[in-house]
Nanobody, 117 residues
Framework: QVSLVESGGDLVQAGGSLRLSCVAS????????MGWYRQAPGNQRELVAL???????KYGDSVKDRFTISRDNAKNAVYLQMNNLKSEDTANYLC???????????WGQGTQVTVSS
């Protein structure tokens, strides 16, 4: 079993920045893809960004050029630097990770990001 704990969510004004962190712990042999998704009330969960364990990245169209994902494999951690935040970025941000011997991804509980206009 793997546990994911997110942190860094906050209330911020439009145009501001936040950095989210997610640390994985538990029975970890090796983590595969790690990423961030978000879900706002009434909306479907959507991909924000993900990074493979080799460093390949993928971003959602709405966050390209504003958000940057990074990871520290030694710490089993993934980060999301969010710049130029917009009100439409308001959502619960959830960390997601695949582990080598798990048939399904693990999810964190999420950290709330609220952007005021």
């Amino acid at each position: 079993q793997v546990s994911l704990v997110e942190s860094g969510g906050d209330l911020v004004q439009a145009g501001g920045s936040l950095r989210l962190s997610c640390v994985a712990s538990g029975s970890i042999y090796r983590l595969g893809d790690m990423g961030w998704y978000r879900q706002a009330p009434g909306n479907q969960r959507e991909l924000v960004a993900l990074m493979t364990n080799r460093g390949t990245t993928k971003y959602g169209d709405s966050v390209k050029d504003r958000f940057t994902i990074s990871r520290d494999n030694a710490k089993n951690a993934v980060y999301l630097q969010m710049n130029n935040l917009k009100s439409e970025d308001t959502a619960n941000y959830l960390c997601n990770a695949w582990e080598t011997f798990s048939p399904r991804p693990y999810w964190g509980q999420g950290t709330q990001v609220t952007v005021s206009s």
